[in-house]
């Protein structure tokens, strides 16, 4: 089954401090796997997209790594500010046998950065 | 600002009204997407319409039904909803439906039945 699980759940940390997040996903044929950042109460950005031979791509203070033989990402948040305080979501995407393409959202993990 | 935009933002509605969600792009893509956000579930992708064709249900009931006129409007029509039905109700675009695309996603629409 393709699921995608996201940890911790929620975090916080204080401002300046770094922060790593994680994805573990069962995806198969894996296509690609992006990062979205959610703030509360609007729509989710991309922050960055990955595929198969990529192992790191940076974003700013955003850093993501792919661990295709694992299958585990993790996104790095580096001095942390108060404005990173939203929810980040990892997203893999399928190819499936019909051609088309679906997309597998994990529940995001919350994190808060505190003055 | 994403280039996709959704009325109303907020929307309250009784379980035997009717009322439509609205999404509009301004990026020229032609894919477009329904999804809804419930609390601590991962989004779940109702619709798809690729060049205004819904090349995609995701077995959503028939009491959402959803129109896309041309590549940059797409609605979503409620009627006789329930409240488990309320939700964050995000509409979205890309270039294609392929995974190389980026969606971008609009600010929202809050439903709540009541």
């Known amino acids: 089954k393709n699921q995608v699980e996201q940890s911790p759940q929620s975090l916080i940390i204080l401002e300046g401090k770094n922060c790593t997040l994680q994805c573990n996903y069962t995806v198969s044929p894996f296509s690609n796997l992006r990062w979205y950042k959610q703030d509360t109460g609007r729509g989710p950005v991309s922050l960055t997209i990955m595929t198969f031979s990529e192992n790191t791509k940076s974003n700013g203070r955003y850093t993501a790594t792919l661990d295709a033989d694992t299958k585990q990402s993790s996104l790095h948040i580096t001095a942390s500010q108060l404005s990173d305080s939203a929810s980040y979501i990892c997203v893999v995407s399928a190819l499936l046998t019909s051609g088309t393409y679906k997309y597998i959202f994990g529940t995001g993990t919350r994190l808060k950065v505190l003055a | 600002e994403t280039g996709v935009t959704q009325t109303p933002r907020h929307l309250v509605m009784g379980m035997t009204n009717k009322k439509s969600l609205k999404c509009e792009q301004h990026?020229?893509?032609?894919?477009m997407y329904w999804y809804k956000q419930s609390a601590k579930k991962p989004l779940e992708l109702m619709f798809v319409?690729?060049?205004?064709?819904?090349?995609e249900n995701n077995s959503v009931p028939s009491r959402f039904s959803p129109e896309c006129p041309n590549s940059s409007h797409l609605f979503l029509h409620l009627h006789t909803l329930q409240p488990e039905d309320s939700a964050l109700y995000l509409c979205?675009?890309?270039?294609?439906?392929?995974?190389?695309?980026?969606?971008?996603f609009g600010e929202g629409s809050w439903l709540t039945v009541v």
């Open positions: 979205a675009s890309s270039q294609g439906s392929g995974s190389g695309n980026t969606i971008y």
């Open positions: 319409y690729n060049f205004k064709e819904q090349t």
């Open positions: 990026l020229g893509h032609n894919a």
